[in-house]
């Protein structure tokens, strides 16, 4: 009768492998990344308003980007924080030395960014809008008689505008002049029935190429003197 072979003893009891969670994560963050990404390019490329056409103001672009870069950031920190809990221990390591440089690596960049971003905002305000004192090159003029208003104006946006207006009306004023560099220049032309006992004030109104205004002389107390022949 032929031996029996004793049964084959069973196989230990393997333990169970911890569930890498970062290995089901990380495809997840890919497709919602792919996902985000093709719904950006459609909506950037629909209409005459989508997003490509507002990158042609800077503003927008610096804004975009800003953006962009911080989310990516605080996205990678926030994987590594969950790496960190939820990673198998023999891989965790390796993982967030890694992770911890592209992190660094976009810290410095968002640091860049935003100091450029924000320093360019501050730095970049254009000074008040105002005209410096004006000088006649003559001040008490006869009948007749032209006197030139000079002029400049600083700050605000260029190109400027300028309208000139006299009180009483015997001069006649001018309106919507340009100011070439914020230069002021303008002939003020003494009629030949002026009154000579009532010295004229003029004021002097400037817009910039934002709309801003700013006004000279809004007290009267430079007047054009008529001197009596």
Do not use: C, H
């Not at 209409?47 to 490509?52: A, I």
């Not at 960190?84 to 410095?108: H, M, N, T, W, Y």
Request: glycine letters at 8%; charged letters at 20%.
């Amino acid at each position: 009768m032929a031996a029996v072979n004793p049964p084959l003893p069973a196989p230990p009891d393997q333990p169970k492998k911890p569930i890498d969670w970062t290995a089901i994560l990380i495809p997840i963050a890919f497709v919602v990344i792919a996902v985000v990404v093709v719904v950006f390019i459609i909506v950037a490329i629909s209409g005459s308003k989508g997003v490509l056409t507002s990158l042609a103001d800077d503003k927008i672009a610096r804004g975009l980007i800003t953006f962009l870069i911080t989310l990516a950031t605080v996205a990678i920190a926030i994987i590594l924080a969950l790496s960190a809990v939820i990673s198998d221990p023999a891989a965790v390591k390796d993982r967030f030395a890694l992770g911890k440089e592209v992190l660094s690596i976009l810290i410095g960049v968002l640091g860049t960014i935003v100091g450029f971003y924000f320093g360019s905002a501050v730095t970049g305000q254009s000074s008040p809008l105002r005209v410096a004192s004006v000088f006649l090159t003559n001040e008490q003029p006869k009948k007749g008689d032209t006197t030139t208003l000079l002029g400049l104006v600083s700050g605000g946006k260029p190109p400027y505008s300028y309208t000139i207006t006299f009180t009483p009306t015997d001069i006649p004023g001018a309106k919507d002049l340009p100011a070439t560099d914020g230069i002021i220049k303008y002939d003020v032309k003494i009629p030949a029935d002026i009154k000579t006992d009532t010295p004229e004030t003029f004021v002097i109104d400037v817009k910039d190429s934002d709309g801003k205004a700013a006004s000279y002389n809004k007290d009267g107390a430079k007047k054009i003197a008529i001197k009596a022949d």
